[in-house]
């Protein structure tokens, strides 16, 4: 396997690098447009503080929609959105479409779930202190719940590096499909092996560095 690593290492540093700007670009719509998603759904459910059931269904149905639905469909399903928004359909940019809209459902939904766990006594001492609504969020929402929200943010991206393992479907590449072309194609076990342990270091990498800070911004 040493012989192998050393013959495919430029190919799987490239590999890598095509991985790592797929699941930033998704992680970073995440946080960007899944974070304040989530923030809504938590607001428009009934009982919260601005219910809106209309709101709250279309919400829920969208990112049900998007959760439930087969990647790989997905992502052949988005080919005219993503030709629309990048100006192709093919490569590791291009990739990043699809991927970003799951990221931003899947985080969404856990936003929610991590929200839901701040008690209600929170907010109402929130308001009577006069907090505005981004004061709310930021300063006694987000606070309470930044453990939560980091383990989400975890979770939601180790996920996206194994969504990112089939994205060689759209000349994607990462080392999802390094391990295919280059070890599954030409029968070579031992690539697919040393492309599968890469994995395995990344997810674990990621999951570390996460748990330890969520575990640090946990205040109980």
């Known amino acids: 396997m040493f012989e192998e690593m050393l013959k495919y290492q430029t190919q799987m540093w490239e590999s890598i690098g095509e991985t790592f700007i797929m699941v930033g670009i998704s992680v970073g719509a995440a946080l960007l447009l899944g974070l304040p ?79 839901l766990e701040v008690p209600k006594g929170t907010i109402e001492a929130a308001l009577s202190m006069g907090a505005s609504k981004l004061a709310l969020v930021v300063k006694f929402l987000y606070v309470e719940a930044r453990s939560g929200l980091v383990l989400g943010l975890t979770t939601s991206t180790v996920s996206f590096i194994s969504f990112s393992t089939v994205m060689g479907v759209v000349g994607g590449g990462g080392v999802g499909d390094f391990a295919i072309r280059y070890g599954y194609q030409r029968f070579e076990t031992e690539v697919m092996v040393y492309a599968i342990l890469v994995m395995i270091v990344l997810v674990q990498l990621v999951q570390f560095t996460g748990g330890t800070l969520a575990r640090l911004l946990d205040k109980r």
């Not at 928004?85 to 929610?112: D, F, H, K, M, N």
Request: hydrophobic share 55%; glycine share 6%; net charge positive.
């Open 37 to 115: 998603l989530g923030t809504l759904l938590y607001f428009c459910r009934k009982g919260q503080l601005y219910e809106n059931r209309t709101l709250s269904f279309v919400l829920n149905s969208i990112v049900n929609i998007i959760r439930s639905f087969p990647f790989l469909l997905l992502v052949v399903a988005l080919i005219p959105v993503t030709r629309l928004l990048v100006g192709t359909a093919i490569g590791t940019i291009a990739a990043t479409v699809p991927l970003s809209i799951v990221a931003i459902a899947y985080y969404a939904r856990l936003v929610e779930q991590s929200l």
